[in-house]
Structures are given as structure tokens and as C-alpha cells.
């Protein structure tokens, strides 16, 4: 069981903030959230395969991450990336494409900070509306899974000295 758990709070009328640390290096937990092999082994739930997963890191890149969810149909999202600044932050535009979710349009700003061997993750989501916000919310159980996935692979990495 990890010690630290995703914390998770909205902010005005559009955002979401998710706050995640790990025991791990920043510039660990900054490539295992850039290089699509990595990537692919946490950014999915247990439900679903990972069928297509691009990311291009360089300014007006593209990036997209297809998820077979079975009887659950495709989770599809993708975007640009705007800012790259490794290991520090990183800013992309994210559309995600879910049945019944309307113009899921988003601003992603992600920030590494590492203090005393511990690396927090810092997820800004600014979306066009508070109503689209409140969709999205619900959404926060597969990021809880999707971080601890994510550590996982991080303690794997770093016990193979890789």
C-alpha cells in the first residue's frame, strides 16, 4: 500500500488540481510520464488495452492515447503539446473523446517538483465550463488507479537500476 495518495480538489469554476508524489526522482517520474513505452503501462485501466499511444513532445506535437474498454467501448483522447520544459512542466491541450460527454475540451498543466528524494506531480485541468469541469470529476477514480499504477512502475524501474 503507498504511502501517498492523489489528492484532489477543484479550484474556481473551471479547474481541477491533482497533487501526486512519489518516492522516486523527478526526472524518473517526468520520463515514465513521457515516453510512451513507460506510459503504457500505467496510463490504463485494468479493464482496457492500450491500442495506440503517440506522444510527441515537441512544441505543436501531437500526442494520443487510444484504450480499448471492451463492452465499455473506446476511451480516445489527444491533443498538442504547448509547453515542454523536461523535467519541470509540461502544458497540452487534451480533447478526449467519451460517449456522452459534449465538448471535452481541456488546458493540462503538469509541474515535477522533487524534495528529499520525493517527486510531486501537480495536474492543473482548465476546461471551457464549470458543467464540463463537473463531467469530469467523475473521472477521478481511474486517475487514482492510474497514479498508483504509475508508482508501481517507478518502484520497478528503480529496483532494476534501469
Not at 523536461?86 to 498543466?109: F, H, L
Not at 517538483?113 to 470529476?137: A, C, M, Y
Amino acid at each position: 500500500m503507498s504511502e501517498f495518495k492523489l489528492e484532489f480538489e477543484p479550484l474556481g469554476d473551471t479547474e481541477i488540481v491533482m497533487t501526486r508524489k512519489f518516492r522516486a526522482p523527478r526526472e524518473l517520474v517526468f520520463r515514465a510520464y513521457t515516453d510512451p513505452v513507460m506510459v503504457k503501462k500505467w496510463m490504463c485501466p485494468p479493464c482496457g488495452e492500450s491500442t495506440m499511444l503517440v506522444i510527441d513532445t515537441s512544441i505543436g506535437g501531437v500526442w494520443r492515447h487510444k484504450i480499448d474498454m471492451g463492452e465499455h467501448g473506446t476511451f480516445d483522447s489527444f491533443g498538442q503539446t504547448l509547453e515542454f520544459d523536461a523535467p519541470n512542466r509540461i502544458v497540452r491541450s487534451d480533447v478526449v473523446n467519451i460517449p456522452g460527454a459534449r465538448e471535452n475540451i481541456a488546458t493540462e498543466t503538469t509541474t515535477f517538483s522533487e524534495e528529499d528524494g520525493v517527486t510531486t506531480l501537480q495536474l492543473v485541468v482548465r476546461h471551457l465550463s464549470k458543467e464540463i469541469r463537473d463531467q469530469n470529476i467523475a473521472f477521478t477514480e481511474g486517475s487514482c488507479s492510474a497514479y498508483d499504477a504509475l508508482e508501481l512502475v517507478l518502484e520497478e524501474v528503480q529496483s532494476a537500476g534501469v
